[in-house]
């Protein structure tokens, strides 16, 4: 667990930070927290020659509300998202989820870009920023643009990033009617399997209402986050009673492809998981209309 | 019948929960730990390892490694074939030999093959990256029960059938330590037993192989000084002395021209004894002139620092229908990896020995086989044999109580050894010192409230929740010795010197690596010399300092060490008295000592300081003493101790996910007299946490090819603080009849105890689906397979 040596540079604006990234001809990576890329940097797994530290960016770090969409910067650590006041408020699936992200130590320095640039199979946020239907801000040696979570993850280990972009913003609609359920694996804490909810219940009437939206998105299912369309439909245009919300997360595993088979869980086991915590993640954010 | 509430008997400051003086350095950062050793000149030792579990090596090609930067060798196992001497074994059977690097075979992943000395270790690691090792595969062993039929391959030469030891013990058997002549062995009252036993219980059950996870990895800095010679050693290990003495031979040098330092220790568990890695930093601190440092990293520390259990049992108990055990019989499979390390072949034998568990059972009968397999051997881990033999013994008193429809503490309390049958001895041969289990049980039932939990759990159940409730009952074997019990000697040794200023500085053999021997130790002279703890000093660790010592193992260290150094305490205070009868014209009977005086009761007294001060230049030297206040001892109990507690443990398991959620945990644990309650009850929760984590979620993983699959604390689960209940804890004190603190030892109580009770609350949660036996670790899928086997 001794690292190849590598080139350490902090950058202190986002220019400073491309330009560092551009300028090596070697595989260069970001830093935003080390959490997944310094352990496998232990390993020699992965050997960038240059680390651009970009904690230290003013502005890439905080959460605010503008607009009537709710900001997070990339560099937001864990921890900041589970206390933030903004994100109880109007977002508490975000809070939820960060607060069940591996470890004290781990929620103290790992942030929500670098998760998101890394995209673990298992890690929370993915799942959470798809069924939130968050865009991603990302910048480049190209320019800015935008992308929404869903076409952000598109496979094992593998995101929307070009070689040399960086994300800078996630945002996203406040949503109080969403949550994360989630089964740790009991070593990693990463999850097993786990579910977020974004559902838009009629007005007025409480978990009684009629379900008008519902975004459900899996992570540590398969090879990257996704929805979970099946169980989306049946849910739509219904009351969320118990029946429903049973009969809709029956269909979790719906078209997911290379469900994870390892010595945590099997595929069988993930498929069927995937249903409990659906419905788990359903349930939850029906009781928060 | 309640807990006792006065903990221990004893003076002013033994029974006090005095805070740990150790704690204030460590939590600041400023204690002393392998790696903080650094010497001038240090250069820096990395291994290469073998990523194959079994081969035959065809081709080490080092030359890009020794033509990188800041290396100063590459070494192959060829090229240290003769340099180094095998890695030892303490043990009376045939092993095989054990090169510390591997210069033809491999025989498990994380083997060394070659090595590397370089400037810093970065560099070392960059060149180890840089050696090609080719390997001719050969087939894994990695199933023990295969191994036995000599299948796929076989390990040893001189080994068939990959069979390390194959030892009978126990009723017909006249051996005390067993046989392995199975013609020896007189079955007739074995097969009376169960051939009149009104029930038979028969189990298969399987402990799995675990890691110790100490906190802190291994580690050496060798420094050895050509012209003198003198070897200076800083190791990670527990027994500082046993270290010195095979280095020293390793060297060639007698132990007088060898120290070893274990400095401040990050757990050991068992696990740090002696291993190869030193003798190679020994030998090339030597050959290189400088000194050698090597810390083991985390993915080296679950490949290579040697693992434990990895036993099944196969166990049959014989029992009347009013719930009298007549028999017990096991056979015993071990999985002991690749080869043997220091007390690898001795550890599973100690699970014979508390096979009668707290109970009475007139016949007991164990074969135990050891096998080689492809995976890191094993050895001692926090429990060493014994939680094997409660866990078989504890299942199998719940099976039994199943089947009869009884009461599990009802089932225990039948066959309970009674406090008038003390001094007991079992039939698997070991004599208990003292006990009331009886008095614990019901402490215990009565914390926790048995019949209380009995109808919660009744209604969980009725409103279908998966409520379980287990018991276990534990029995620990402590202070082993004398001699002729532990193979590497029995005894302990101690110091005390009364310094010229009336303090004392003590010395212990027994080398504390967490366990707070500075504060408890201090509180046993304290009370012995009526001074308070403050003024004592106790050094360890170190054989230049303390002269003699077996080391901190086997829940022995207050018992036989803490003993030694009131016997040497006993020598000063003799002495003491008979300058202090001089001083103050009185004879030495009246001589007492207390708050910090010397003196006789109602009549003269002198400071303690003064008495010390005057002994150390005295005016008229009583007859037939020496100056001085300084003696040693060495203390050897004329047999073990035999601490036992009961545990109860309650869980709910998730219908959908087979999460066990560990609810309650409730125990009344017996060690004797308590020197330090503290102490004690962080030994204890330590333990449990360590005994539910096998229970739970803790299990090593090797695939069919040898691979180790729970490399990392990614994929291998130790308990955290948040996966544990309040523990809710209680004493009973029955003291040992076999030493004068009247203590019986407590640090592998917890371990022993909690994996059963855990275990047999999940096995009783899932009773209603017909479960009868679930082996650990239960992972939230295996008992999901469970509920849906049972559902179905």
Known sequence: MIPAAFDYRRAKTIDEALALIGETAEEARFLAGGHSLIPLMKLRFSQPDRLVDIMHVPGLAGIWERNGQV?????????????????????????????????????????????????????????????????????????????????FFQGFFTVDLAEGELITEMRMLPRRTAAYAKLHQKASHFALVGVAAALEIEAGNGADGVCRGARVAVTGLSTHAQRLRGVEASLIGERLEEEVIRAAAERAPEGIEEVNDDLHGSAEYRREMAKVFAARAIRRAAARA | MAADATPSPGGKHVGQRLKRREDPALIRGQGTFIDDVRLPGMLHLAFKRSDVAHGRIVRVDTSAARAMPGVRLVAT???????????????????????????????YVGEPVALVVAE????????????????????????????????????????????????ISGTGVTEAA?????????????????????????QRMVNPRIAPSAIETRGVVAQYE?????????????RPHAHRRFLAAALGLGEHQARTIAPEMGGGFGAKKIYGEDFVAAALSKQLGAPIKWIEDRSEAFLTTTHARDVIGQIELAAKRDGTVTALKARLVADIGAYEMLLTAFIPTLTHGLLSGGYAIPVIRSELIEVFTNKMPTDAYRGAGMPEA??????????????????????????????????????????????????????????????????????????GRLVGLGMSFYIE????????????????????????????????????????????????LADQFGIEPETITLLHGD???????????????????????????????????????????????????????????????????????????????????????????????????????????????????????????????????????????????????QGIGPALTEELRYDEHGQLLTGSFMDYAIPRASDLPRFELGVTVTPSPLNPLGAKGTGEAGTIGATPAVVNAVVDALSELGVRHVDPALHPEKVWRLIRGGER
């Not at chain 1, 933030?84 to 470890?103: C, F, M, N, T």
């Not at chain 1, 929370?124 to 939130?132: G, K, R, W």
């Not at chain 2, 010679?229 to 190791?235: D, E």
Request: glycine share 10%.
């Open chain 2, 543 to 689: 054989t230049a300092v303390a002269k003699q010592g077996v080391g901190t193992v086997a829940s022995r260290s207050l018992v036989v060490g803490g003993t030694a150094l009131l016997m040497a305490g006993s020598k000063v205070k003799a002495k003491m008295t008979r300058f202090a009868a001089q001083l103050l014209e009185a004879r030495e009977e009246e001589i007492e000592f207390a708050n910090g005086e010397v003196g006789v009761a109602g009549g003269g007294k002198l400071s303690f300081e003064e008495v010390a001060s005057y002994a150390y230049a005295p005016q008229q030297l009583p007859a037939g003493t020496e100056p001085g206040l300084s003696e040693e001892a060495f203390w050897e109990p004329p047999g073990m101790t035999f601490p036992y507690g009961c545990y109860i443990a309650q869980v709910e398991v998730d219908r959908e996910t087979g999460e066990v959620a560990l609810q309650r945990f409730v125990g009344v644990d017996d060690c004797g007299t308590i020197v330090n309650p503290l102490i004690v009850e962080g030994q204890i929760h330590g333990g449990i946490a």
């Open chain 2, 77 to 107: 196992g060829a090229d240290l074939q003769g340099v180094l001497p095998s890695v030892p074994v303490i043990t009376p059977f045939p092993y095989p030999d054990h090169p510390a690097v591997t210069p033809d075979k491999v025989r």
């Open chain 2, 477 to 524: 074997l402590c202070a082993i010795g004398p001699s002729t019990m532990f193979p590497d000697g029995g005894w302990e040794h101690g110091s005390v010197t009364v310094e010229r200023d009336g303090r004392i500085t003590a010395t212990t053999g027994a080398s504390a690596h967490g366990q707070g021997h500075e504060t408890s130790f201090a509180q046993v």
């Open chain 2, 226 to 238: 050509a012209t003198r010679p003198y070897l200076t050693i800083w190791s990670t290990t527990q």
């Open chain 1, 71 to 151: 900001g997070i910067g990339a560099t937001t650590r864990y921890v900041e998202l589970e206390r933030s006041r903004i994100l109880q408020d109007v977002l508490p699936v975000v809070a939820e989820a960060a607060g069940e992200i591996g470890d004290p130590q781990v929620r103290h320095r790992g942030t929500i870009g670098g998760s998101l640039a890394h995209a673990d199979p298992a890690a929370d946020l993915p799942a959470v920023m798809v069924a939130l239907d968050a865009f991603l801000d990302i910048v480049g040696p190209q320019g800015r643009r935008r992308v929404q979570a869903e076409d």
């Open chain 2, 120 to 167: 810093d270790r970065y560099q070392a690691q960059d060149a180890v990256e840089a050696i090609e090792v080719t390997i001719e595969d050969l087939p894994a062993v990695v199933d023990a029960e295969t191994a036995l039929r000599g299948e796929p391959a076989l390990l040893h030469e001189g080994f068939a059938n990959n069979v390390a030891l194959r030892i």
């Open chain 2, 178 to 202: 067993g046989t392995q002549d199975p013609e020896a062995v007189d079955n007739r009252e074995l097969d009376a037993a169960f051939e009149t036993a009104e029930v038979v219980i028969s």
């Open chain 2, 390 to 463: 409660i866990f078989f013994v504890e299942r199998s008193m719940e099976l039994l109580a199943r089947e009869l429809g009884m009461d599990p503490a009802e089932v225990r309390r039948k066959n309970f050894i009674r406090p008038e049958q003390f001094p007991y001895k079992t039939a698997a041969g070991n004599e208990y010192d003292s006990g009331e289990y009886e008095r614990l049980l019901d402490a215990t039932l009565e914390l926790a409230g048995w019949e209380e939990m009995r109808a919660e759990q009744a209604a969980a159940r009725a409103a």
